[in-house]
């Protein structure tokens, strides 16, 4: 959707770190969310953050967020092969508790 | 616990049929929600609903109606099909509670319009 926009692909190599960007619009946001979507399958919420955070650590997984900014970040540590997805950030609207999400990111994982 | 389930999983309409597209949840979740997804496009929001009897128009409503009449089902009705509602359509389900408001999802429906 318009209001959540992420880059359309990022590659890296297994055993790195991936930085996965995305940038809102809602600054009333209360909820944000990194959605995983493996290849013909639904939706797994990876981690979400309260917009009152600035970061959350969830093994090997970092958001990071940045109100001002309005910018979201999910950092994988030691990227695997099985890491391989389009990762979806989304929002949580105050008005109306809409579930807005943005374009996805493809993230491939080369060994 | 199935958790989100929709049906069908596949179907394919001529121009101008009719259909419905179920999604059940076992979760007692307040919240309800129809997508389409499209290459490049992410999830575009169709309609959503925030209890039993209510519907919402989301970002994409145009040629689809909802109802919701047990809290635990959520219909989306597509009635005369297009070719542009070609797409794979996913339901989701999730309550508001504090400090945890996951969004389930169901496996998706591909649906193709010829």
């Known amino acids: 959707g318009e209001d959540v926009e992420q880059s359309l692909f990022l590659s890296v190599r297994e055993g790195d770190s991936s930085v996965i960007n995305c940038t809102y619009t809602d600054s009333s946001s209360t909820y944000l969310y990194w959605y995983k979507q493996e290849p013909g399958a639904g939706l797994q919420l990876l981690t979400y953050i309260f917009s009152n955070m600035d970061m959350k650590q969830d093994q090997r997984l970092t958001v990071l967020l940045n109100k001002k900014d309005k910018h979201l970040s999910l950092r994988i540590a030691d990227t695997q092969t099985g890491d391989s997805a389009i990762y979806f950030c989304a929002e949580m609207k105050a008005a109306g508790n809409k579930l807005t999400f943005g374009g996805g990111t493809r993230v491939l994982v080369k060994p | 616990n199935a958790g989100v389930t929709q049906t069908p999983k596949f179907r394919v309409l001529k121009t101008g049929q009719s259909m419905t597209l179920l999604c059940a949840q076992d979760m007692n979740h307040e919240y309800m929600y129809w997508y389409r997804q499209d290459p490049g496009m992410g999830l575009r929001l169709i309609h959503y609903?925030?209890?039993?009897?209510?519907?919402a128009k989301g970002e994409v409503p145009d040629g689809y109606n909802v109802s919701r009449l047990k809290k635990q089902n959520f219909l989306l009705g597509l009635e005369s099909a297009a070719p542009s509602q070609t797409s794979v359509y996913f339901c989701a389900s999730s309550y508001i509670g504090r400090g945890n408001t996951e969004a389930f999802f169901g496996q998706g429906t591909r649906l193709t319009v010829v």
């Open positions: 609903s925030v209890g039993e009897g209510t519907t």
